[in-house]
């Protein structure tokens, strides 16, 4: 009886593991979270809330760096919507991938955000923006060429 239970618990923890509907929610709360600490320019407090993979890789001031660039070029969130979502679980892990068409004040960018685990243990992985506002024009390669010193390309 209780090896029947055990059962039951484990497959209640699996299946809600795998629930795509609770991973995209939970995913879209923490979105939310960024988006404010990125608004509030809180650099220190949006690798803090990230995952601990993420906090190896990504210095504070790296992610002061990524801050202050989308902002220059971006501006502040205006909107942002959910275009695509994933969800994986593989080797007892779960992924969650969302991804986000956001208007920021000065143009559009696709946010890519990667998750891992779920609920309450859901972490940040990997955050990802591109928009054509983010790349370099030639001028800009120039400027970063003379300060150098070195080739850019």
Request: proline share 2%; charged share 25%.
């Amino acid at each position: 009886m209780k090896f029947r239970m055990f059962l039951a618990a484990v497959a209640a923890l699996a299946l809600a593991a795998c629930n795509p509907g609770a991973q995209v929610e939970d995913a879209r709360g923490q979105i939310d979270k960024f988006h404010a600490l990125y608004g509030a320019g809180d650099a220190k407090g949006f690798r803090e809330a990230s995952g601990v993979a993420f906090r190896k890789t990504v210095t504070e001031e790296q992610v002061q760096g990524l801050m202050t660039l989308f902002s220059k070029r971006l501006g502040k969130v205006q909107s942002s919507k959910q275009t695509g979502f994933n969800t994986g679980f593989n080797n007892g892990t779960t992924t969650t991938t969302i991804v986000m068409q956001t208007r920021f004040e000065r143009g559009e960018a696709t946010e890519t955000y990667v998750f891992t685990g779920s609920g309450k243990d859901m972490e940040l992985l990997n955050w990802n923006v591109t928009s054509p506002l983010l790349e370099l024009s030639p001028e800009d390669m120039k400027k970063l060429t003379e300060e150098t010193g070195e080739a850019v390309g």
